[in-house]
């Protein structure tokens, strides 16, 4: 499924391609976040021709709720549901389940939860959670795992990990005892967790490559550890993982976290913030990050960055766009949206160009102090 094309001299970067029954991945890449069968504000289309997206991510929660998994099973997969021919992954729902703390119970037998929207009791299984995206029909589906809260106890993240590694082989054999639905294969990666205990996570890395899953991610980061810490834990992981398998970072982050991600042997990431982000006037450039909200642009009649292949850059004033985005009209969001992602991708771009050249090395580090500066 994954194959391994080339290394950087002077770092973990990795140069691959992941095939799927829905197409082959250029990795490193960025998923964009279709939580609900859509990326907020962009249609398939654009994702395809303009962000140039290789593959997105579903959420196996959210969907089960909203549309539900018979509805999804009518259309003839989320693939069909939504009219998109690429690949997609889909998360489990654990993380979700993670943040509904207040509303859930964890036991051996799986994760117990309310609805957020109706309040209505529901549960998920390493079993069921299969069974959800085998009707998904996701070319990559993720395992249920629980993702430790930081800070946790060393014993608290010991115990979580070890319950992750239990699901995790009921997971994995109701995989391979069951087939897919919609006559096309389906991979399943392994969650690497153990909060950020040294021993547990490459304890939890070496379990997880002992199961032959098809790639397996780094999970339980991210979730409000300092970056130094997201950065050494990463590190620390890849040491540990199968060099002929994806690696998948999840949750993550700024443009500066790619880069420090790839640097350290990640392949896959994905995160919400391009589209979140652009909602709140925050535009991520090859130059830095600019707030369009911020008053300074409100006579600035010049274009943000007319050589970047956006609309928002090479069309619109930022006087306008800051307009938009200040009075909440749908427009400015969707430029706003769509120039974030086409960011990303451009930015996993040209990381796989520094690759292939082996001049990542020399300009990741220098390039992610650019791109936190505020402009």
């Known amino acids: 499924m994954y194959t391994l094309k080339s290394t950087a001299s002077t770092t973990k970067a990795r140069l691959g391609q992941l095939e799927t029954a829905h197409g ?10 279709g939580t609900l069968g859509t990326v907020k504000g962009v249609s398939q289309d654009i994702l395809k021709e303009r962000v140039k997206a290789q593959i997105i991510l579903g959420n196996t929660y959210h969907l089960y709720l909203r549309p539900g998994c018979d509805i999804i099973r009518e259309a003839g997969g989320l693939h069909q549901f939504m009219n998109w021919d ?16 207040d509303n859930r119970e964890l036991d ?5 939860f309310k609805s957020h929207i109706d309040g209505s009791s529901h549960s998920f299984t ?15 589906m993720m395992l249920l795992d629980e993702c430790p809260p930081y ?18 082989k009921r997971g994995r054999k109701a995989f391979l005892e069951t087939e ?52 050494e834990f990463t590190d620390l992981n890849t040491d540990y993982l199968p060099k002929d398998k994806a690696r998948y970072l999840m949750g993550v982050g700024t443009p500066a976290n790619l880069l420090h991600g ?28 600019v707030n369009i909200r911020n008053a300074q642009w409100k006579e600035h009649h010049e274009l943000l960055d007319p050589d970047f292949p956006s609309d928002l850059c090479s069309k619109y004033t930022m006087a306008y766009v800051h307009h938009l985005i200040r009075n909440n009209e749908i427009f400015g969001l969707v430029l706003a949206s769509i120039h974030n ?33 505020k402009l």
């Not at 082959?24 to 964009?32: A, Q």
């Not at 051996?108 to 117990?112: K, M, T, V, W």
């Open 151 to 168: 800070p946790s106890s060393h014993e608290y993240a010991k115990n979580s990990m070890e319950l992750t590694h239990r699901w995790a």
């Open 180 to 231: 897919p639905l919609y006559g096309h294969k389906q991979a399943q990666f392994g969650i690497v967790q153990g909060g950020t205990y040294k021993d547990l996570r490459i304890e939890s890395a070496k379990f997880m490559a002992d199961q032959d899953f098809e790639g397996i991610a780094i999970g339980g980061l991210s979730v409000g550890e300092p970056t130094e810490l997201l950065y």
């Open 24 to 33: 082959v991945i250029e990795t490193p890449i960025f998923m964009p976040v």
């Open 86 to 101: 690429r690949p997609i992954l889909t998360d489990s729902g654990g993380y979700q389940v993670f943040s509904l703390s």
């Open 262 to 289: 790839v640097a350290r042997g990640v392949d896959m990431f994905d995160c919400v913030m391009p589209t979140r982000n652009a909602r709140n006037g925050s535009i991520f450039t090859r130059h830095g990050k």
């Open 126 to 140: 390493p079993e069921n959670v299969v069974e959800t995206q085998r009707i998904l029909g996701s070319d990559i």
């Open 341 to 373: 992602l086409t960011f990303y991708l451009w930015l996993m771009d040209e990381v796989r160009r520094r690759i292939a050249d082996d001049t990542f090395g020399d300009w990741y580090e220098g390039m992610a102090e650019k791109l936190d500066e």
């Open 108 to 112: 051996e037998e799986g994760a117990h």
